[in-house]
């Protein structure tokens, strides 16, 4: 059997057309798996604590923003709540961002200049402080406070971070958290007080 040149070129060409379009669904498939990844984490609070340090608490550590002479904190806090642990970070660091010492609850909000969810992260955290009292909301510039934006370990912004009466991190969220979220985060320090 002899295959001619136009036969051949056709067989090129539906192979190079199936091949496309296998990678176009390749595609949309990766991009689909990623949203609902960033759907599904965007804006959620999740749990700050020695025992569950991430990478960002690794560099924070090397950058001196996080204290190592820190005592290490039980599995559960006085109250119950496991918030207790937390990583503590250098004082000074939290004063220069406007974080006062002793407020039972800071919520430290790290923005930009043209970032839309900061502006609604900002209205969910001041209705919460404006419910709670002695709940604080700090708004940081990201781009005008860069070392500690890397020594905090911040990717993006909007990023909330809970820091208690103590000056530790209990909480972070990048994206714009839920009220509901926000409230039962500082509920158990609002109990405390600092330690």
């Not at 109250?79 to 000074?92: K, M, Y």
């Amino acid at each position: 059997m002899v295959i001619d040149a136009s036969a051949w070129q056709s067989v090129v060409v539906q192979n190079a057309a199936l091949s496309g379009s296998v990678a176009v669904v390749a595609t949309l498939l990766l991009a689909t798996g990623f949203g609902l990844w960033r759907r599904r984490r965007d804006g959620r609070l999740r749990r700050q604590s020695p025992a569950s340090r991430s990478d960002r608490a690794g560099s924070a550590r090397r950058s001196g923003a996080l204290l190592d002479g820190a005592p290490p904190a039980g599995p559960a806090g006085r109250d119950g709540s496991g918030l207790v642990g937390g990583l503590p970070v250098d004082p000074g660091l939290l004063a220069a961002l406007g974080v006062r010492p002793g407020a039972p609850a800071t919520l430290l909000q790290f923005s930009s200049a043209f970032c839309a969810p900061c502006q609604a992260t900002r209205r969910v955290l001041a209705d919460v402080t404006g419910t709670l009292d002695g709940v604080r909301h700090v708004e940081v510039d990201a781009a005008s406070q860069l070392p500690a934006v890397r020594a905090l370990g911040i990717w993006r912004t909007p990023t909330v971070l809970v820091v208690d009466a103590d000056g530790r991190i209990v909480q972070r969220a990048a994206g714009v958290p839920a009220r509901a979220q926000v409230l039962a985060a500082v509920a158990p320090l609002l109990d405390r007080g600092p330690s």
